[in-house]
Every structure is written in C-alpha cells, then in structure tokens.
C-alpha cells in the first residue's frame, strides 16, 4: 500500500468540516474526499489520511459507459484499503449535491463533471487598460455553467489595478450579471480579496472558474498568505495565460474553507444547462412564458413576445443574440447526448 502523497492536506480541512451522512459502511470502509484528480488518478483524503487510489473494478466498469460515474474533484466516495491492491480503492460514488458540468472537449457527445458538492462558484474573469474590451459573451457562458451547477454564482474580475476605469467595466459586468454579485479584485493592491474571502466560510466548498491566466491562482495565493509553490502546486507564477495550473485540486484556506482551483479553458462547452441559461437570462426567459408558441425560438415567430420585448426596448438585442448562440448549443448537446 502507497504511503499518503502529501502532508499538507487533511481530511478535516479538506472536507470543510462536512461530511454526508453514510450509515452502511461496510467493515474496514470510510468516507473520503476526491481532492485532486490526475490522468484518472484521484487523490482522495480521508480520516485515516491523502491516498492516492483507483476506482473498483465495478466503478471502472460504469465510469466507462457513463461520464456522471467518473470521480471528480468534490466528489465524495467509498474508500477501502484492501491489502492485496497497491492503492486505496473507491468503491462507491456517493450521489452529488451540485455539479459543474461541460461538454467533454475530448468528446462532442459527452459530458464532463468538473467539480462537485461545491457551495459557491467564482467566475473570474480579467480587466485590462480597456474597460469596453470585457468579453461579455464569455463571462454569460461562464455564468451558465456555473449557475446550472446548483451552487450560488460570484463573479470576480481580477487585475483592476491595470484598468483605470474598473467601475466602468464592472458596470458592464452587473449590466448582464442582474442579480449577482460582481467583486473587482486585485491582487497587487489587495481590493476586494476581502469580499472573496467573505464569501469563502468555514465548511463550506467553491471553486473559481475562468480563462487561463485571469489570475485564479494568484487570487488562491492572497487568500493563503502564502506562494502556492510552498505546497508544491503552482510553477512558472509569470506565465500569462499559458495554463499554469494543470489539474483541478481542493485547497484548504487558513478559516477553513476549501476552494477548488481549476486550469483555465480556452472556452467552455456547454452541456445541457438550461436552468443556467434561465438563471442568467432571466428577462428573456420571462418574456418567452408569453411567446404564443412554447418551443418558439424568437427568430421570426408570430405572437412572439421576446421579439416585442426587443422592440419596446425591455431587452438588450445583443442579449438576444448571445442568449441564441447559447440555447442552440444546450438544443445540440441534447441531441448528441448518447
Ligand atoms: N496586474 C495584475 N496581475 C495579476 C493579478 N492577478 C494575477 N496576475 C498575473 O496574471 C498572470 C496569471 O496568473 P495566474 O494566477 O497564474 O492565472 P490562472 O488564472 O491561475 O491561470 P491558469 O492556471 O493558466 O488557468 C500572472 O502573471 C499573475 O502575476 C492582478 O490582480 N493584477
Ligand atoms: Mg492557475
Ligand atoms: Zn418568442
């Protein structure tokens, strides 16, 4: 059997203080937390310590027919350590509370779970000179995904002390975020690091999501107090945008919370978010209960009232178009799902 793979993780800091409830454990079983996940390697903590372990041949089995079964970071599982296996063994995947979902880029017919069980989702995205240069479509994309996810949804733009007019930007963020908190965040001159760590209690999970070099990690390390390199994670801190964090992994914070760092993607796929698409376009969703067809696609339909909410003004037509792009894709990955 593998001795634990690191000393700083620990179960109780890494569960956040919360464990499910799991009466039918068998003999010689405990719960453990997927903390890390490397090439289909979860790393898990538990109560007797950090194990990096292997599904059961059962949980193999279903991981491959079924992408929902395959462990994710947050993930809560069975754990067992058999004397004959060389690592601990999941025997169970236990169900999810919430779960960060996109489309597999390395299937177009499949799902991919990100993370789970987490509390709170951190949409980062990065502020340059140019207020106007925010990528909107980008942070609404986000923003479905994570609010489909069941958790509650942040959005944290980063690097303000390189934007002279961040309010500027973060007007434009709130003007497509209604509803949802939008922190402007730096970690050179410390604004708003606060407020995240605010929303980052003690037993409590989240994870921050966004392009690669937006600064999520760098956001971690002010929330730690500390250079992550000192826990053996982060390398080449300078290297903008050039997918410094390469795995998804659960960090424990000094109050005891846990936040999930995740690389950055290029852009996310969506699967199946349709209730973040609802979440986060509420005025078109409201408008479409009084369309006069109920699969109208607000393209040309009569009696369509998203269409008229446009023309009286009530709905940002850009907002629309995005708002198309984005059901068209969730309509597809429907289709495609096998
Ligand atoms: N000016 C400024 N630079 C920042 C800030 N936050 C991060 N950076 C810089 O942005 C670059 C990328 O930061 P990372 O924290 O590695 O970004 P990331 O989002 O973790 O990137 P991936 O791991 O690739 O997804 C680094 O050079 C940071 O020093 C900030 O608030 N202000
Ligand atoms: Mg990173
Ligand atoms: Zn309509």
Redesign the pocket.
Same mark, same amino acid.
């Given at each position: 059997m593998t001795e634990p793979t690191s000393s700083t993780a620990d179960f109780h800091s890494l569960s956040g203080g919360f464990v499910p409830e799991q009466t039918d454990l068998p003999a010689g079983a405990e719960l453990a937390r997927v903390i890390r996940v490397d090439r289909g390697w979860p790393t898990v903590a538990s109560p007797s310590g950090v194990w990096l372990s292997q599904l059961s041949d059962a949980c193999a089995r279903s991981a491959r027919r079924d992408p929902f079964a395959r462990v994710a970071v947050g993930d809560w599982v069975v754990l067992t350590h058999p004397a004959e296996h060389e690592h601990a063994v999941i025997t169970r995947l236990l169900p999810r509370r919430t779960a960060l979902v996109r489309r597999d880029p390395g299937a177009a017919d499949a799902a991919q779970v990100v993370v789970s069980n987490i509390e709170r989702i951190f949409v980062v995205a990065a502020l340059t000179a140019d207020a106007e240069s925010l990528n909107l479509a980008r942070l609404e994309r986000g923003m479905v995904i994570a609010a489909d996810s069941g958790a509650d949804v942040t959005v944290v733009l980063t690097k303000a002390d390189l934007c002279a007019d961040a309010d500027v930007a973060a007007r434009r963020a709130r003007s497509v975020a209604a509803g949802y908190e939008v922190i402007i965040e730096s970690a050179i001159d410390g604004r708003g690091i606060a407020e995240v760590a605010r929303l980052m209690p003690p037993g409590q999970t989240t994870a921050l999501i966004g392009a690669s070099g937006t600064g999520?990690?760098t956001l971690i390390n002010r929330l730690l107090g500390h250079e992550r390199q000192a826990v053996g994670l982060v390398r080449e801190r300078d290297d903008k945008g050039r997918h +410094? +964090?390469v795995a998804r992994e659960m960090v424990a914070l000094p109050n005891g919370g846990v936040v999930i760092?995740t690389?950055?993607i290029r852009s996310v796929a969506l699967w199946q978010a349709r209730r973040g698409l609802a979440l986060v376009f509420p005025e078109i969703e409201e408008a479409a209960c009084t369309c006069k067809f109920s699969d109208c696609t607000h393209t040309r339909e009569p009696g369509c009232a998203v269409a008229a909410a446009v023309a009286a003004g009530a709905i940002d037509p850009s907002r629309l178009e995005r708002y198309r792009i984005l059901s068209d894709e969730i309509t597809t990955s429907a289709h495609r799902q096998r």
């Open positions: 999520k990690s +410094t +964090t760092d690389p950055g």
